[in-house]
């Protein structure tokens, strides 16, 4: 059972991120990177441009952990937007 979060809860840990896309594991598992680049990456710029507006309609309003957290999230999206697009250069 999960205990619910409490100011406590807050504390740093120090375990380190556990990255779990599927599609990054298709492309290690030897998918076709090119026709896995094209759906991945607009499947990316869609989170992306959902992410982007949610931030743009919040204004001030938005709790500052939780505006963090969601531009963390834009940064990664934008990164995979850049990785999934670059690799029909590399391919």
Same mark, same amino acid.
């Given at each position: 059972?999960?205990? *619910? $979060?409490?100011?406590? @809860?807050?504390? *740093? ?6 990255? #779990?896309? *599927? ?23 869609? #989170? ?9 309609? @919040? !204004?001030?309003?938005? *709790?500052?952990?939780? #505006? ?6 834009? !940064?990664?999206?934008?990164? $995979?937007? #850049?990785? $999934? ?7």
């Amino acid at each position: 059972m999960r205990r *619910p $979060w409490t100011p406590g @809860s807050a504390i *740093p840990h120090t375990d380190f991120t556990q990255l #779990r896309d *599927p599609g990054l594991l298709k492309l290690f598992l030897g998918a076709d990177p090119v026709r896995l680049a094209a759906v991945q990456a607009s499947l990316h710029e869609e #989170r992306l441009a959902s992410y982007e507006a949610l931030l743009d309609a @919040s !204004g001030d309003a938005m *709790p500052r952990g939780v #505006r963090l957290a969601l531009e963390a999230g834009i !940064g990664h999206e934008r990164e $995979w937007v #850049r990785f $999934w697009g670059a690799i029909d250069l590399v391919w």
